[in-house]
């Protein structure tokens, strides 16, 4: 698609973290959300973490069709900034299945009702957990979720280490490769039988 003056184009979903919280930390789990569930659409994704979401919600997401291409949106994403971080990491898997679902144009939400693959649906209210969308983002967070890496200690997880490191069995079943991939650099190593360091 060709662009035009004043027109917005992303190369890929662009991610913005707004509010109280570890932004890079959010900004790292959104990317691999949204890479896991192979979202390539011009989209603007914002996340703002709040400590004002109604009680019985920990997340919302909402899209906003940009006014100068109708193939592009705004997509918004609130998440409780309360929450520990295991279970806003779940939340917000939760939300970018949405994301995914508004980007993809499977779910397209109007004013007075909701479009899920070509099916309307009217007055379901503000959440209904037995709608399609939300069957299918309940049913696919927690696989989601499982994506981002633990460190050992669960409050300090993705800021702890920037080494991935895979141990796998040697061709005699006594030797290990240890390679470690520098999470910040890319930089790939492999060692065999020894510690490896960046």
């Known amino acids: 698609m060709a662009q035009t003056a004043g027109e917005i184009a992303f190369s890929r979903p662009a991610i913005t973290v707004l509010g109280s919280g570890n932004h890079q930390h959010i900004k790292k789990q959104a990317a691999l959300y949204?890479?896991?569930?192979?979202?390539?659409?011009?989209?603007?994704?914002?996340?703002?973490?709040?400590?004002?979401?109604?009680?019985?919600?920990?997340?919302?997401?909402?899209?906003?069709?940009?006014?100068?291409?109708?193939?592009?949106?705004v997509i918004r994403v609130w998440v409780d900034a309360n929450l520990n971080r295991e279970y806003q990491s779940l939340v917000l898997a939760h939300e970018?299945?949405?994301?995914?679902?508004?980007?993809?144009k499977e779910l397209v939400a109007h004013e007075d009702r909701m479009i899920w693959k070509g099916t309307t649906f009217y007055n379901f209210g503000d959440y209904d957990r037995h709608t399609p969308w939300e069957k299918e983002a309940y049913?696919?967070?927690?696989?989601?979720?499982?994506?981002?890496?633990?460190?050992?200690?669960?409050?300090?997880?993705?800021?702890?280490?920037?080494?991935?490191?895979?141990?796998?069995?040697?061709?005699?079943?006594?030797?290990?490769?240890?390679?470690?991939?520098?999470?910040?650099?890319?930089?790939?190593?492999?060692?065999?039988?020894?510690?490896?360091?960046?």
């Open 34 to 73: 949204l890479d896991h569930l192979d979202i390539q659409e011009n989209i603007q994704v914002t996340i703002i973490l709040s400590k004002n979401l109604p009680k019985t919600l920990h997340g919302i997401t909402r899209s906003y069709p940009l006014k100068l291409a109708d193939a592009d949106q």
């Open 96 to 104: 970018m299945i949405h994301v995914k679902q508004f980007a993809k």
């Open 139 to 198: 049913s696919t967070d927690q696989k989601l979720a499982r994506l981002v890496p633990r460190a050992a200690d669960k409050n300090n997880m993705l800021e702890a280490s920037s080494k991935l490191t895979v141990n796998t069995p040697a061709s005699d079943d006594k030797d290990y490769v240890k390679i470690e991939l520098d999470t910040n650099t890319k930089n790939l190593i492999a060692c065999s039988k020894t510690s490896c360091d960046l």
